[in-house]
């Protein structure tokens, strides 16, 4: 519900969530389903049961537990003067100990953890020379540490999901059939405008399964993050060159929330030149929707500005809107190129408009698959922009995550990235080379609660740049360009393009203008995205920004075959919808109004449409060979935003 909000309440958002971490919450979900609840119960009990081990030699050692005779799986011990020397000792025999409160160890186990991890804690404490507890005897007699009253007696994962799948053919053939019913990278391309959703190669995912980059924890000490201080370093610098600015952070965890981190850094900045009342953000209406809504979460009053009917931003409007709000003005942001998939001509002179009247530009970098290498917005007047990583950088984000949103900016704006308290305290997060007479560490806070945000995806972006180089960034930029084009051009005569530049090319994405169809044909630009995927493909982005429009972003991952495969679909889809205008098929019943079609709805015994079933199915003869089967026919949209739904086992069953 967050992330529509911030799409269609705009200025008046709550959130600007926009990216969330589905990959993961899709893993956690899967590890539910495998152990099932006896499963998740059992883990649960060895990981207490070892927990009270641990506890009750540590006793026998002469340490005292924290605060509390209760504990699930994390032990606090007090250490007192002990304390440095524990922890020195447990990093040289290759644990990692939290020291707390000054006088305190922490331990977490889980269930990766062992006897032998128990009995090493135990070396750890007792130090050279003393008797170590006995682990049976005291397995057979440690008291359980959880209290009776908070022992859980009610049933909990009884959907049949979480019971069924608990041994690994099962599971891998759940996980298939789950896949089955996906359109995903692996059957199409996604020709989402605006998402880029282009190849994850393989040699870019490989890394991030190494144990040296997996199973770093992100507060491990500063001198055990060698690895990834130089891929922070080494990307960052990347970035910069690709970017034209000066700094990078890469802590935020989406392009939201590096717009956020940026706005952040731009008020910083402004309270430290005095200008605190400094607070107006100008928007063009033409913006993505995490503008305003990360503006208004920033505190900035926003205040939305004009496009022409090229969907250009209006330089009249702007520039007088800057004159109106001069003495307050904080920022103006702008996309670039536009949502509108057109590089618009005057972005020079707008930064310039809004420098005199002391503001700051904010670029959204979000569509730099189509500038790097070619324009940088830190050289072309932009001040501060976020990048995507999951998009240009090839980090994977099916259904929206996990997300690298960095945020970067020019020189007099690197003081205020974002810090972090704790890393900063422990010395994993350097500190700033502070210019002379700065004073404090003028860092806003994080935004993320790990000070390298999703650390672990980051490998991916640094092997696609490393393994392309600079030739091969600025040969993809051209070529998500020309894709672009090509697809604009050839459909033209069929699906006009709605905005270009003045030399009639767009950016890297072109959106389709379908609004006069409705006239003719009554068909829709969801029509023809549902029937896209009777064609195998999935749709492109649907109404936005523009309604009743397709926005077509083909990316530089898909090669000349499958945009001709996509070219034909189109065109013969808008061959369809000649039948409907021509009065061959009805307004209300043709392959476009009942797309997609299921097997089941094509097999069954009665067939009352005005086309026959071939026609559904196999509108082009390729479609023989491959056919993507839509797991469900068509769904009524608004009636489903509006209707909440559960597909839980009915409560009478679970009664
Ligand atoms: C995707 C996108 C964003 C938001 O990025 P998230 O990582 O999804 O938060 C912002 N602006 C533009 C232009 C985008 O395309």
Not at 260 to 274: D, F, M, N, S, V
Not at 372 to 388: Q, R
């Given at each position: 519900l967050q992330t529509r909000e911030q799409h269609i309440r705009r200025e008046k958002a709550t959130s600007n969530i926009c990216t969330a971490q589905v990959l993961p919450a899709v893993i956690a979900s899967m590890y539910a389903v495998y152990h099932g609840p006896e499963g998740l119960k059992r883990i649960a009990q060895r990981t207490a049961r070892l927990a009270a081990i641990l506890k009750a030699g540590?006793?026998?050692?002469?340490?005292?537990?924290?605060?509390?005779?209760?504990?699930?799986?994390?032990?606090?011990?007090?250490?007192?003067?002990?304390?440095?020397?524990?922890?020195?000792?447990?990093?040289?025999?290759?644990?990692?100990?939290?020291?707390?409160?000054?006088?305190?160890?922490?331990?977490?186990?889980?269930?990766?953890?062992?006897?032998?991890?128990?009995?090493?804690?135990?070396?750890?404490?007792?130090?050279?020379?003393?008797?170590?507890?006995?682990?049976?005897?005291?397995?057979?007699?440690?008291?359980?540490?959880?209290?009776?009253?908070?022992?859980?007696?009610?049933?909990?994962?009884?959907?049949?999901?979480?019971?069924?799948?608990?041994?690994?053919?099962?599971?891998?053939?759940?996980?298939?059939?789950?896949?089955?019913?996906?359109?995903?990278?692996?059957?199409?391309?996604?020709?989402?405008?605006?998402?880029?959703?282009?190849?994850?190669?393989?040699?870019?995912?490989?890394?991030?399964?190494?144990?040296?980059?997996?199973?770093?924890?992100?507060?491990?000490?500063?001198?055990?993050?060698?690895?990834?201080?130089?891929?922070?370093?080494?990307?960052?610098?990347?970035?910069?060159?690709?970017?034209?600015?000066?700094?990078?952070?890469?802590?935020?965890?989406?392009?939201?929330?590096?717009?956020?981190?940026?706005?952040?850094?731009?008020?910083?900045?402004?309270?430290?030149?005095?200008?605190?009342?400094?607070?107006?953000?100008?928007?063009?209406?033409?913006?993505?929707?995490?503008?305003?809504?990360?503006?208004?979460?920033?505190?900035?009053?926003?205040?939305?500005?004009?496009?022409?009917?090229?969907?250009?931003?209006?330089?009249?409007?702007?520039?007088?809107?800057?004159?109106?709000?001069?003495?307050?003005?904080?920022?103006?942001?702008?996309?670039?190129?536009?949502?509108?998939?057109?590089?618009?001509?005057?972005?020079?002179?707008?930064?310039?408009?809004?420098?005199?009247?002391?503001?700051?530009?904010?670029?959204?970098?979000?569509?730099?698959?189509?500038?790097?290498?070619?324009?940088?917005?830190?050289?072309?007047?932009?001040?501060?922009?976020?990048?995507?990583?999951?998009?240009?950088?090839?980090?994977?984000?099916?259904?929206?995550?996990?997300?690298?949103?960095?945020?970067?900016?020019?020189?007099?704006l690197v003081p205020f990235l974002p810090g972090h308290a704790t890393a900063q305290a422990s010395g994993s997060l350097p500190p700033l080379p502070l210019g002379e007479g700065r004073g404090e560490d003028p860092r806003v806070g994080a935004v993320s609660a790990a000070p390298l945000g999703n650390a672990a995806v980051l490998p991916i972006s640094w092997m696609y740049i490393r393994m392309m180089g600079a030739d091969g960034l600025t040969a993809a930029t051209e070529a998500a360009i020309l894709s672009a084009n090509y697809i604009s051009v050839r459909l033209a005569e069929h699906y006009p393009t709605l905005y270009a530049s003045a030399n009639g090319h767009v950016a890297h994405e072109c959106i389709l203008d379908l609004r006069q169809l409705k006239d003719t044909s009554d068909v829709m630009a969801e029509d023809v995205a549902k029937r896209l995927i009777d064609y195998g493909f999935h749709a492109p982005t649907l109404s936005f920004p523009v309604a009743n429009t397709l926005m077509v972003e083909p990316t530089e991952s898909e090669d000349l075959a499958e945009l001709d495969r996509f070219i034909a679909a189109m065109i013969a889809i808008r061959e369809e919808i000649r039948q409907i205008e021509n009065g061959t098929w009805p307004q209300d019943d043709n392959p476009l109004k009942n797309a997609p079609h299921t097997a089941e709805s094509l097999l069954a015994a009665e067939w009352k449409h005005s086309y026959p079933r071939e026609v559904a199915a196999f509108p082009i003869a390729s479609l023989r060979q491959t056919k993507y089967w839509a797991p469900v026919g068509r769904v009524d949209n608004v009636y489903g935003d509006r209707n909440l739904f559960c597909s839980c086992v009915p409560i009478e069953d679970l009664a």
């Open positions: 540590l006793t026998q050692l002469g340490f005292t537990h924290g605060h509390h005779d209760s504990a699930f799986d994390t032990l606090s011990l007090k250490t007192g003067d002990a304390t440095d020397a524990i922890a020195a000792r447990a990093v040289q025999m290759g644990a990692n100990l939290r020291k707390a409160w000054d006088s305190y160890l922490c331990i977490s186990l889980d269930e990766t953890s062992t006897r032998a991890d128990v009995e090493l804690l135990w070396r750890i404490f007792a130090g050279a020379g003393k008797q170590l507890p006995d682990f049976a005897a005291l397995e057979r007699s440690a008291p359980d540490l959880i209290p009776a009253e908070l022992r859980r007696t009610s049933a909990y994962l009884t959907h049949p999901v979480f019971n069924t799948h608990h041994n690994e053919t099962a599971m891998l053939r759940y996980i298939r059939k789950l896949s089955d019913k996906d359109l995903a990278l692996d059957r199409s391309m996604i020709p989402l405008g605006s998402c880029t959703m282009k190849l994850n190669a393989t040699s870019e995912m490989i890394p991030i399964t190494w144990p040296e980059f997996a199973n770093v924890h992100p507060f491990a000490p500063a001198d055990q993050l060698a690895g990834y201080a130089e891929l922070d370093h080494l990307l960052r610098d990347w970035l910069c060159q690709a970017t034209g600015y000066a700094g990078v952070s890469l802590q935020p965890n989406a392009g939201s929330q590096g717009e956020y981190a940026g706005l952040l850094a731009i008020k910083a900045w402004h309270e430290a030149q005095g200008h605190a009342h400094r607070t107006v953000c100008l928007i063009p209406s033409s913006a993505h929707g995490t503008n305003p809504a990360s503006a208004q979460m920033a505190g900035m009053q926003v205040v939305v500005t004009k496009c022409d009917e090229n969907g250009n931003v209006d330089m009249q409007d702007l520039q007088a809107q800057c004159e109106k709000h001069s003495a307050n003005l904080s920022c103006v942001m702008i996309t670039y190129p536009s949502t509108h998939g057109v590089f618009e001509t005057q972005v020079k002179e707008l930064c310039q408009i809004v420098h005199s009247h002391g503001g700051r530009v904010y670029v959204d970098g979000a569509n730099m698959n189509a500038l790097v290498g070619v324009a940088a917005p830190g050289e072309f007047g932009g001040d501060v922009s976020h990048l995507n990583l999951h998009k240009t950088f090839c980090i994977p984000h099916g259904g929206g995550g996990p997300g690298v949103g960095p945020v970067c900016v020019v020189e007099d």
